[in-house]
């Protein structure tokens, strides 16, 4: 699940009547300056902005490889002693892929070796004529406490 290349390289060459939902899809990913990612039935990335593809690119660097990473990102809660404290983003995932929820809306982060880096993601499942469904992901960073503290001054 998640693996660490994306599929299609090369945006789809349009022929208007034989445009399919996914290449639709497509076009209005890799038009998107915003981290946008496409999933698959089985949770792998098929395409992808690329901005999520610089990004993707710093996590393999760091992690080694993007189920880590997806496995490392906590639910973001105000209390560890919260049950929702031990959900990752790929537990989320997972459930838009087995059908038990539609999208979802929530703050995750990552701990990074200087601190932990929040970010907000939204995703998706679209069905799609003929293709079977997707998950749409879209990822937002969110400024540290230290950030906004140094841009404060």
Aim: with cysteine.
């Amino acid at each position: 699940m998640f693996p660490s290349s994306i599929k299609k390289v090369l945006s789809p060459t349009f022929r208007s009547s034989e445009q399919s939902p996914d290449d639709m899809l497509w076009a209005t990913v890799d038009a998107c300056g915003s981290n946008v990612a496409v999933l698959d039935e089985t949770g792998s990335l098929i395409y992808a902005s690329r901005a999520w593809s610089r990004f993707e690119h710093n996590v393999l660097e760091n992690t080694g490889t993007a189920a880590t990473y997806f496995e490392s990102c906590r639910r973001f809660t105000q209390s560890e002693a919260d049950e929702e404290a031990s959900i990752t983003l790929a537990d989320d995932i997972k459930r838009l892929l087995f059908g038990a929820d539609k999208e979802f809306h929530h703050r995750y982060y990552f701990d990074s070796l200087i601190e932990p880096r929040p970010f907000v993601v939204h995703a998706a499942r679209l069905n799609l004529a003929g293709t079977g469904f997707r998950v749409l992901v879209t990822r937002e960073e969110l400024s540290t406490v230290q950030e906004e503290f140094r841009d404060s001054k």
